[in-house]
């Protein structure tokens, strides 16, 4: 496969401390769901050091601190290894200010360098938003770099003026020590109805122009150890995006051996929407999917409607060749490490409380 990816992400289970309504991998505390076992999880890492442009060890879930110390132990793994890390939690284990820290301390020792945390509406009906403050600070106190998503759909009731106004937390989100960035919450296997307003709908869909960051640039292997070329919420939804199974193969061999594939190149030149517009030229019969906030959810119905392949394969683009050139141009230049420190200095930008602030105004429905 073309590709050089810069992070891989592990899904270490998707066993979780929570049950959120509208959950990607409809994870739930019941020890039944898939888990890679510990030791496997190790061998990922290793393996992952033959492709050279790896950069970054993503440990998420489900909820990667289920792990307990053995997650310690894998993010040395991940530091002896030459690369770096970061995890993905709820927050659930930083029940005070120190209890928070004294979980870090050991995993920052090991070589950690990136916590990321979440909350809203579905989360905090299992894990309190203090913890994930708690989290949070604790981290940044201890030279991480942190990022806080929030929950957003137009059903939205979680008081994100009590979380941001909190005058101990406030300091940090000033700083820019903890960074704090809205994200639409998808639909799934939920409940309740999710919505979202016409004008944050617009909002999404113009920040999406740039294609995807995540499709052939993250790999992410699932707890039923399958290698996917992409970590999209969507990932276990859209077969095309798996591309083999670990037990059977290194990620080395795996990742060599998967065929090219126009359409995630174009997914990530230019966005799920720019394939969705192209084949509706070729046959008007395909909706439009207006409805959809999220990029993952764009892909969802891509991929799951199969009038849009047909129709990309009766009629390539024209500028199918230009649009491979670009990408093996991009290929060709290296990853640096400051392109992490570049794309967390412009989040630190974009991602200020007045604008997370005014497009939750823009998304939110008031009761």
Sequence with gaps: ????????????????????????FDCTPDRSHPSIPVKNIHRYVEQATEIKSFKLVVLTGGE???LGRDLDDVVSTITRNGLKSRFVS???????????RRRLESLVSRGLGEANLSTGDAHMAYVKPEYVKYGAMAAADLGLTVFIMLELHSQSRFDFEAFVGDPVFRPYLESKKVIIQNSPWMRFNGEKQLTYTREYVQEMSNGRVGGCSTVLKVIAITPTESVVSCCGLTLEQIEELHLGSLKEKTLGEILRGAPDDFIKVW???????????YARRIDPSIPQYDDTAHICEVCRCMYHDARVVAAVMKSPPPFMGDLMRQYVMNLAQPIAETQFETSTAAYKEVCSVNKMRKMRATAAIPV
């Design 1 to 24: 496969m073309l590709a050089s990816p810069h992070t891989l992400s592990i899904i270490t289970t998707h066993r979780c401390t929570a049950a959120c309504d509208h959950c990607c």
């Design 64 to 66: 990667c601190f289920l």
């Design 90 to 100: 709820n927050g659930y284990w930083a029940t005070s200010p120190k209890v928070a």
């Design 267 to 277: 997914i990530h030149l230019q966005g799920p929407d720019a394939v969705l517009r």
